[in-house]
Structures are given as C-alpha cells and as structure tokens.
C-alpha cells in the first residue's frame, strides 16, 4: 500500500503493477538533485532512536488523551520533495527528504525563510502528530469553510500537538485564542475541544 501511494500519487510515475514501473523508478532516481538527497538522507537518518523514542512518547501521550484512538503504524520513505507527512489506512508515511534542516542547499532556492524554520528533523514528531490529527479531526465543511474557520481549526489543532508534545511548537495567536480557552475549561478533553466551536 505505501509504495503505491509513493509511486502513484505523490511520485506520479505510473501504475505500481506497471510492466515497466521498476525501470521509471530506477531512471527517476537517476537525477543529480535525488542522487544527493538519498546520500543526505541516509547520512541525517542512519540513526533514527531519538525520533523513534519521541514518536512512541507522542502517541502514548494522544492514546491517554484519546482513549478509542488507534495508534498508527509509521514508516519513512523518500518523495522527492513532495509532501512531509501522508496519512492514511491506519499508517502514517514520512518524507524524510522534507526534514534535512533549513540550510539545506535544495532548500534555499525553492522554499521561503518560514518554510525552512520548519523543514528540520525535530519537526517530524510534531507534524506526525499534527496530521494524524486532522485524519481523525477534519475540518467540518471545509469546501465552504471562510479562512478564520479554517485557522481556528488549525490552532486547536496545533494547540493539541503543542499539550501532546509537552512543548510550545506552535505559537501564533489562534493557538494562543485556544490556551486562553483551555485556561477557563481544564475539564475540556482534547477530543472535546476538536468538537466544539470555539467563540
């Protein structure tokens, strides 16, 4: 399931049953920029203990906030750029390619300042947390959602993380709105707060 989603929806090479899908894998991987990135990669994440503990913690953390959660399986794997975090069937997908620090050289020529603030490995463990949250808590309508639905839903969202991780990830005034709320609502759960409209 993971190598169709990489080779099909985020790679776009074709069809993963594809006769010759081995050869367009093979051949995608033959650019310069990616030969780099892989080498970066396996040099950044030979040793990956420190996100596996914090992971682990993370979710022990959501599954005591969260009782009926189902903690997912994660896997890494390498995008080419594309998106940092894939969700789905009870998995979660990293792209480790998305998380070599914001001085990486590919880095500073396609991605803004704020991006790459954020594009650094003690990243994943919030992000992870983050989508795995917006799976289980979509956005209610989000077709006709107006932009402040949209960031007060978000800043629940990374205030959650923010309690989940024991650290101030985020902070921005929609995560700032929700810790003033929570401050007036100490009963309130993280899966009530998801679920409530926030005046």
Same mark, same amino acid.
């Given at each position: 399931m993971q190598t169709r989603m990489l080779i099909?929806?985020?790679?776009?090479?074709?069809?993963?049953?594809?006769?010759?899908?081995?050869?367009?894998? #093979?051949?995608?991987?033959?650019?310069?920029?990616? +030969? /780099?990135?892989?080498?970066?990669?396996?040099? +950044?994440?030979?040793?990956?203990?420190?996100v596996n503990e914090n992971l682990t913690k993370a979710f022990q953390q959501l599954k005591d906030e969260l009782p009926k959660m189902e903690v997912p399986r994660v896997y890494t794997q390498i995008s080419s750029f594309d998106q940092s975090i894939i969700v789905g069937n009870g998995t979660i997908g990293i792209s480790l390619d998305k998380?070599?620090?914001?001085?990486?050289?590919?880095?500073?020529?396609?991605?803004?300042?704020? +991006?790459?603030?954020?594009?650094?490995?003690?990243?994943?463990?919030?992000?992870?947390? /983050?989508?795995? #949250?917006?799976? #289980?808590?979509?956005?209610?309508?989000?077709?006709?959602?107006?932009?402040?639905?949209?960031?007060?839903?978000?800043?629940?969202i990374q205030w959650s993380v923010n309690k989940v991780v +024991?650290?101030?990830?985020?902070?921005?005034?929609?995560?700032?709105?929700?810790e003033d709320y929570m401050k007036t609502h100490r009963q309130t759960t993280i899966h009530q707060l998801l679920t409530t409209t926030i005046e």
């Open positions: 099909e929806d985020m790679l776009h090479l074709g069809k993963v049953d594809d006769s010759d899908i081995n050869a367009k894998f #093979l051949h995608y991987f033959q650019d310069s920029t990616l +030969q /780099a990135l892989l080498i970066e990669v396996q040099r +950044q994440y030979a040793d990956m203990d420190d998380y070599l620090g914001k001085d990486y050289p590919f880095y500073q020529t396609h991605y803004t300042e704020r +991006q790459r603030q954020l594009m650094v490995r003690s990243m994943i463990v919030p992000d992870c947390i /983050a989508f795995y #949250l917006l799976s #289980l808590y979509p956005l209610t309508n989000p077709e006709t959602a107006t932009q402040g639905k949209r960031d007060q839903h978000m800043g629940r +024991q650290a101030t990830v985020f902070d921005n005034p929609y995560v700032k709105q929700v």
